[in-house]
Structure formats: C-alpha cells, structure tokens
C-alpha cells in the first residue's frame, strides 16, 4: 500500500464468497496509511492479514479506503498474493516511541506463532531492505517486543525490521519496515528558515505541519509569483472545507524574561480572497501547545509581499516551538510565508561584540568573561533554558567555574548595566 504522505488514509481489507460487500468479513485491524502531513510519496509498504476459511470454496477479497474528506488524495496498491501462511509468522512492528536526538525505542506485536527464541532486529539508514543473508544489529529473548537504540545520528531517518526465532532451525522473513527520525539539535540565535533547503513540496529538515482540520496543510512551493521567487511556505484553499494546518520550526532556547523578536514575509496572490493566520509558541510542535500568542493577521490580502517583526517574551525558561496557524475561510486563494528570523530583541542592548569576550569555549573548568564596562553578573542555562545557578562578577573581568557540569552546551547570559549579551558555551 502507497498514500501520498498526508495523514488520514485508513484502509480495511474484507473476504467474502460473493463480489458483494454485503455480509463481508473483514480480516484483522483498520490500516492507517503512513504520512506526517505533508504531499510526499511514501514508499510502498507490505500489509499482511491472516486468514482461515471456515468451509472448502471459492473467495473473494476487496479494499476498502476510508477517505474522510478531500483530503488526502492519493492511494494505491500493488502486487496482491495470497499464500499458505508459513510455520514461523513475521511480526508486526509498530510506531518508534521515546525518540530524542540519539536515542530510540522500537516497538513490534508478537508474532501469530511462537517466537521461542525470541526476535532479531535490524536497524538502518539504507532503502535497502533486510534479506536472509543480512545481519542482525541485535536480538532479544522469547517475550520482549521492544528495544532501546542508542548512540543515533541526530536529526536522522532510520528504518527498522524485526523477525521472528521460533526455533533452532525456523525464522520468519523479515517484518515490514518501520521509520523514525531523530530530533534535531536545539537551533541557535538567531534561527534562520528561508525554505531553500527543501525538497518542494516537503518541508525544510528540522521543521513540520499539522493539520488539525479537515483543509489543505503547508508544502513548500518553488517561485509561486506575487513576489515570492524562492521557495516558499504555501497553503492552497481547499474548495470545501476551512483552513486550520500548523507549520512549526525548529525548537529554540527561550529564556524567561527576555525579549525577542520574530520577522517574516507573507502575502497572497489575490487581492479579492483574504487569508488568515497567526503566531503563537508553545513546549510541543502540536496544536493544543501553542497557547502563547505572539501576533494575529486576520486579514491578509494583496498581490504582494508584507513583511513585520513582532516582539515576544516567555514567562518561563525552556525549550519552544514558534507555531504559524492558517485559518482561512473556505475556498479562498493561496497565503505564502517566508524568510522567517528569530532573535533576541534588538533593544536589550546586546554588548559591542568586539569589546566583550569569552574564552576558553570549548571550556573544561573555568569561563573568563571579559568587557570594557562593570558586568553585574552571569547567569548560566542548559540548552533547555533551565537555570543553573548566578555568578556575581561586579568587575570588568571575572571567571565562572563550570567544572562541575556535564558535557553538552549550555548558555550563558551575561549582564552589565541595561546591557545583555547571550552567549552559547560548550563544556567539555
């Protein structure tokens, strides 16, 4: 089975003695069609169903797909087989669970047969699937269905298989693959997406979309006109239903307090249609996050591009997602966006950079922060934006011990006056 990478496709497959769907019999679970969201081909992937019929004859077998609207558009499917089922079932592997930017877990349903000695995984970055000469990356006992994977590359597509041991002498074949993505690292300031690192229509690596109604979502679309002429952030109306899709950036390091600014371009193409969106910020690049409100554009129109900067801070130190809502209308036009920026405002009067240091960075024990000016204080944040602890210079020249921290990176924010600067550490 293929989908078109949008989410919603469900599929049943069904047996009966007669081409009719009358008194059908559908054979094991609904099927959700793999996608994030996004127009993108997904590569074909192997559905297996088992069946045992009650009386000797002749059957029949349908697909049934369940569309809920007009979107998602696309599936297709191939290569039907039927075959006697073999003495040692594959199993069935199931969404990646707990994934960060180096760490995974691999989840499967036990196999219809006895997986005596238990199961052999295989985990990768190739399209190449697994055959019966391939060797295993590890293997688990009669019982275990899942795995922890560490030491992964960080913002990463990796496909996993698992297959059955059910004795000394019998395996089944390898399952179907399943996929899942590494995060990305924490972005820096400022944070730049100007579209041109995606494949059209797919969104940039680090990003992603939800739709959360029953209308189009984001793609990426190459010189759509109206003055945009790189790549761009596009949603397309939909000729029946609302807008309400999600694009999400990066996660980035917030700290409480401080202010910030975001610039982007946007626009539409008619100067009859209006658009709307807004921008919010919130822990989680889900909907139901993005309860803090940064802006709202409830009309947009015109054949050109806007640009604006708006200013935010959080009450909370941590790690946020900027979240860009489309609500438009039903069977509107098309809204664009692009050259998005996130900084730290420009009015908290960052120090002159070529009269501030800071070294040694990289840094095993102690950080010398150096400025022309009396620095009040340090203040020292992991990369979630937590606060570790307050240094009190009250000199032009002071030294922060961080021996103590574990290796990673961390920020340090720095205070002389009315003056701020927000410097990125990495602690060996």
């Not at 000469?133 to 590890?138: C, I, R």
Request: with cysteine.
């Amino acid at each position: 089975m293929q989908t078109d990478g949008y989410t919603g496709w469900t599929v049943d497959v069904f047996q009966n003695t007669v081409q009719n769907s009358a008194d059908a019999t559908q054979l094991g679970e609904t099927i959700t069609g793999t996608g994030t969201g996004t127009l993108s081909m997904q590569p074909y992937a192997l559905v297996n169903n088992t069946f045992v019929p009650t009386t000797s004859g002749i059957y029949y077998f349908a697909v049934r797909v369940n569309q809920p609207s007009g979107s998602p558009f696309y599936v297709a499917f191939d290569d039907f087989s039927l075959d006697l089922t073999p003495p040692c079932v594959a199993p069935t592997v199931t969404a990646a669970t707990n994934v960060t930017t180096s760490t995974a877990t691999i989840n499967w349903l036990a196999s219809s047969t006895v997986a005596a000695n238990g199961y052999e995984y295989f985990v990768t970055t190739s399209n190449e699937s697994p055959d019966a000469n391939t060797v295993p990356t590890g293997s688990v006992v009669a019982g275990v269905t899942s795995i922890d994977l560490t030491d992964l590359d960080v913002s990463t597509i990796y496909k996993y298989y698992v297959k059955a041991i059910c004795s000394d002498s019998d395996s089944s074949v390898w399952s179907q693959a399943g996929t899942f993505t590494t995060l990305c690292d924490v972005a820096s300031l400022p944070y730049t997406i100007n579209f041109e690192s995606a494949t059209v229509p797919a969104l940039p690596i680090c990003t992603s979309n939800q739709n959360v109604g029953t209308g189009n979502n984001w793609i990426t679309a190459n010189n759509p006109g109206s003055g945009f002429t790189n790549k761009t952030l596009r949603y397309t109306y939909n000729s029946t239903n609302p807008a309400n899709a999600w694009f999400y950036t990066n996660r980035v390091s917030l700290v409480a307090g401080t202010q910030y600014t975001i610039s982007y371009k946007f626009g539409t193409n008619s100067t009859t249609y209006v658009e709307k969106f807004k921008i919010a910020f919130g822990d989680t690049a889900v909907n139901t996050s993005m309860t803090n409100e940064i802006i709202d554009h409830p009309s947009v129109m015109g054949n050109s591009p806007q640009t604006n900067t708006a200013t935010f801070s959080p009450t909370v130190s941590g790690v946020y997602y900027i979240g860009f809502n489309v609500y438009s209308a039903t069977n509107q036009n098309a809204l664009f966006i692009d050259d998005i920026v996130i900084q730290e405002a420009l009015g908290n009067a960052n120090f002159e950079n070529n009269s501030f240091k800071a070294y040694p960075n990289p840094v095993k024990n102690d950080l010398t922060i150096r400025y022309t000016e009396n620095i009040s204080s340090a203040t020292i944040y992991n990369i979630l934006g937590q606060e570790l602890f307050v240094k009190n210079i009250n000199n032009t020249e002071g030294q922060i011990d961080m021996s103590n921290l574990a290796a990673g990176t961390y920020l340090v924010k720095v205070k002389s006056g009315e003056k701020v600067e927000t410097i990125k550490v990495i602690k060996e």
